[in-house]
Structure formats: structure tokens, C-alpha cells
């Protein structure tokens, strides 16, 4: 039998509504406690680097702002990362911001960097990350109104402008890659660190 951390107890550094949705249909037991942290700061530190390296340095650095206030757990960080033709988009701060990312998407091949990390007290103890990619078809204006009309304002939660589970699956013609990739996290990696963690049986 694989034993066990003595506490047992994981923390999910996230409000994401997708993550949490992600780890209750894989059965694992957590207690959300959103990280709080300016992210743009962290954003503007790491200029130049890689998407991927941004994204698996704001899962540790969302994890870590949680761990440091509850040593006793285990906490997972998460977060995901939109580059279009090199540039990189951060969540719409309005309907027209949204408006304009998917006129900028339209037609266009994305990148979806989702990273994760693991980290206990000041500990890194796993972290990684993955990258998806989606076409996105040539989006009209009447379907851009259409669909902000019925997504406003969950998908301002969101990098990329869409929730995958929902209206969004209509803006891509193809997706290459995982699919809990694609809805914010790279779920089989992060299953794989809490087994190894003791969280999950092995």
C-alpha cells in the first residue's frame, strides 16, 4: 500500500470553475483556497521567456502564495497561458476587449500553454506543463456578438475567450491535444505528482 502524507490534505490554489470541475470528476478530495498575487508583476519579470516557462512559474508562484500560509498541505497551483502568432493574451478586461481578441483569433492557429505545480510548505515538489493547439475558423461579426451575447461574462474568467465545455468548442475547426490541456490544467501529469505524493492510491 502506497502510504500516505500524514496530513493527506490538498489545497487547490485556484477559483477556476474548469480545474475544480476536472479534479471532482477524477474523484480527488481538495479544499479551494484561491491564490492572491499579482500575476501581471510576475508576467513582467519573466519578459522573454518562454510561454511555457510563464506558465509553470505562475503555477509555482500561485501555489507557493497558498503553501505559505497553510505549511501542513500540499498545494497545487495551475495556470494557462494564450500566445496567437507570437503575441501573448491575457484575459479580456471587457466585452470589447473580448471582442477584439477573437477578431484577432479568427482564422488563426493558438497555442494553450496550461501548467501546474505542486508545493509544500517553501517546497517545489513537482511542476510541469503542456501545450495545445486550436484553429480557430474565420469568425463573422454577426457570430461574434451572437456568441459574447451568451457567454458575457464567464468567458472574462478565461484566457482565450472561451469556456471548451461550452459555446466556445463553436469558434476552432480543430484541436491538437489534450483535452484537460485545452480546459486549463494537464490533468494525467498532476494525477501522476499526487500519486507519487501519497494524496492519491497508487
Request: proline letters at 5%; a negative charge.
Amino acid at each position: 500500500m502506497t502510504p500516505v502524507h500524514p496530513s493527506g490534505r490538498l489545497i487547490l490554489a485556484s477559483k477556476s470553475s474548469s480545474r475544480r470541475a476536472m479534479l471532482d470528476a477524477a474523484g480527488v478530495q481538495y479544499e479551494p483556497i484561491p491564490a492572491d498575487l499579482d500575476e501581471r508583476a510576475i508576467e513582467d519579470s519573466l519578459r522573454g521567456a518562454a510561454p511555457s516557462e510563464i506558465a509553470e512559474a505562475l503555477s509555482v508562484a500561485k501555489a507557493a502564495s497558498v503553501a505559505r500560509l497553510h505549511p501542513d498541505a500540499l498545494v497545487l497551483g495551475s495556470d494557462s497561458l494564450l500566445v496567437a502568432e507570437g503575441k501573448r493574451f491575457d484575459k479580456p478586461t471587457s466585452c470589447e476587449d473580448a471582442a477584439d481578441h477573437l477578431r484577432h483569433f479568427s482564422g488563426k492557429m493558438i497555442e494553450l500553454h496550461s501548467g501546474a505545480a505542486l508545493v509544500r510548505a517553501d517546497t517545489c515538489e513537482w511542476a510541469g506543463t503542456d501545450c495545445a493547439r486550436l484553429m480557430v475558423r474565420e469568425l463573422s461579426e454577426a457570430f461574434i456578438e451572437h456568441y459574447l451575447s451568451h457567454e458575457w461574462p464567464e468567458i472574462g474568467y478565461t484566457v482565450g475567450c472561451f469556456r471548451i465545455e461550452a459555446m466556445g468548442v463553436q469558434l476552432f475547426e480543430r484541436i491538437e491535444g489534450d483535452q484537460f490541456t485545452v480546459l486549463g490544467m494537464p490533468l494525467l501529469p498532476v494525477l501522476g505528482a499526487l500519486r507519487d505524493e501519497g494524496i492519491l492510491a497508487a
